[in-house]
């Protein structure tokens, strides 16, 4: 996966593709799935969870990530529009 | 000679049509793009926005031509009954007019003749080009974009070659217009 470049629709996809890849996803593995580093991943964390895209349980002190229904949806549409900008030439 | 300008009346306004479909198909990707901010996209959208100045003429040019032909008093005898079509339509060929004298004041008219017989043949070239491109980086959309104007390009030559007042070199130009339309809208819309 190409890190450089990327524009915020493609790190956001990444990231949901993270969630969704696992049933419950704990930080690290988003930060490695999503090529992303801690502290500008968390910020887009809690964005998404105030808009509803994702959500956490708590277990042994630790979060696990899942994606909620909306969440599910709005990966799907990135996903479309990964495929139409990549049928135009260009890369998210 | 009736049926060939009825026809005529019938592909220019599925022309139109076509035209304004392809147009609103192309501009909701322009803005979608220019929603993101996706690398590298001015040149897309560049190509976009010519294409689309391209279309919107192309409708001007096409709603003077099939005008004309109402002029003629063929399509007044068919439906009379639809006059705020027609006004639209008269409203369209001002527009169409207007942007016809723009377009050749200030230049003699041999040279609107020169470029409207070359233009095709250099865009179809490069759309060709452009098409051989997008199949070898197997770019699908640019691809059949490309392709579609290609063969617009060639049968639009094709049809002012073999013009001479002959109706159906006007319905082979009319044919490759609606052709395009339909290859663009298929793969282009989102």
Same mark, same amino acid.
């Given at each position: 996966m190409s890190s450089t470049h990327r524009s915020r629709i493609g790190i956001l996809l990444n990231i949901l593709e993270a969630i969704n890849k696992r049933d419950y996803a704990i930080i690290t593995e988003i930060i490695r799935e999503a090529n992303i580093p801690h502290e500008r991943l968390l910020p887009i964390l809690e964005r998404l969870i105030e808009r509803g895209y994702i959500r956490y349980i708590k277990r042994d002190n630790r979060r696990y990530y899942m994606l909620t229904p909306d969440g599910y949806r709005l990966m799907?549409?990135?996903? #479309?529009?990964k495929h139409l900008i990549e049928d135009l030439g260009l890369s998210l | 000679m009736l049926t /060939? #300008?009825?026809?005529?009346i019938v592909l220019g306004v599925g022309s139109i049509i076509g035209d304004i479909i392809c147009l609103w198909t192309i501009l909701r990707i322009f803005f979608l793009i220019s929603g993101l901010d996706v690398p590298k996209r001015t040149k897309i959208q560049m190509g976009m926005f010519f294409f689309s100045c391209g279309?919107?003429?192309?409708v001007f040019i096409l709603t003077s031509y099939v005008t004309?032909?109402? /002029? /003629?008093g063929y399509a007044s005898i068919f439906f009379p009954k639809? #006059?705020?079509?027609?006004?639209? $339509?008269?409203?369209?060929?001002v527009l169409s007019a207007l942007a016809l004298i723009v377009h050749i004041s200030g230049i003699r008219m041999i040279i609107p003749i020169i470029i409207l017989e070359v233009l095709?043949?250099?865009s179809g070239i490069l759309f060709l080009i452009v098409a051989i491109e997008s199949i070898r980086n197997k770019i699908r959309k640019i691809r059949a974009w490309s392709l579609a104007? $290609?063969?617009?390009?060639?049968l639009f030559e094709s049809g002012l070659v073999l013009w001479s007042g002959i109706i159906w070199n006007e319905i082979i130009v009319l044919l490759a217009i609606i052709l395009r339309n339909l290859?663009?809208?298929a793969n282009m819309h989102y």
């Amino acid at each position: 996966m190409s890190s450089t470049h990327r524009s915020r629709i493609g790190i956001l996809l990444n990231i949901l593709e993270a969630i969704n890849k696992r049933d419950y996803a704990i930080i690290t593995e988003i930060i490695r799935e999503a090529n992303i580093p801690h502290e500008r991943l968390l910020p887009i964390l809690e964005r998404l969870i105030e808009r509803g895209y994702i959500r956490y349980i708590k277990r042994d002190n630790r979060r696990y990530y899942m994606l909620t229904p909306d969440g599910y949806r709005l990966m799907q549409e990135l996903r #479309r529009l990964k495929h139409l900008i990549e049928d135009l030439g260009l890369s998210l | 000679m009736l049926t /060939e #300008r009825l026809m005529c009346i019938v592909l220019g306004v599925g022309s139109i049509i076509g035209d304004i479909i392809c147009l609103w198909t192309i501009l909701r990707i322009f803005f979608l793009i220019s929603g993101l901010d996706v690398p590298k996209r001015t040149k897309i959208q560049m190509g976009m926005f010519f294409f689309s100045c391209g279309i919107i003429l192309e409708v001007f040019i096409l709603t003077s031509y099939v005008t004309i032909i109402v /002029e /003629e008093g063929y399509a007044s005898i068919f439906f009379p009954k639809y #006059r705020d079509f027609w006004f639209l $339509t008269f409203l369209f060929y001002v527009l169409s007019a207007l942007a016809l004298i723009v377009h050749i004041s200030g230049i003699r008219m041999i040279i609107p003749i020169i470029i409207l017989e070359v233009l095709p043949v250099v865009s179809g070239i490069l759309f060709l080009i452009v098409a051989i491109e997008s199949i070898r980086n197997k770019i699908r959309k640019i691809r059949a974009w490309s392709l579609a104007c $290609t063969i617009q390009s060639l049968l639009f030559e094709s049809g002012l070659v073999l013009w001479s007042g002959i109706i159906w070199n006007e319905i082979i130009v009319l044919l490759a217009i609606i052709l395009r339309n339909l290859i663009v809208i298929a793969n282009m819309h989102y």
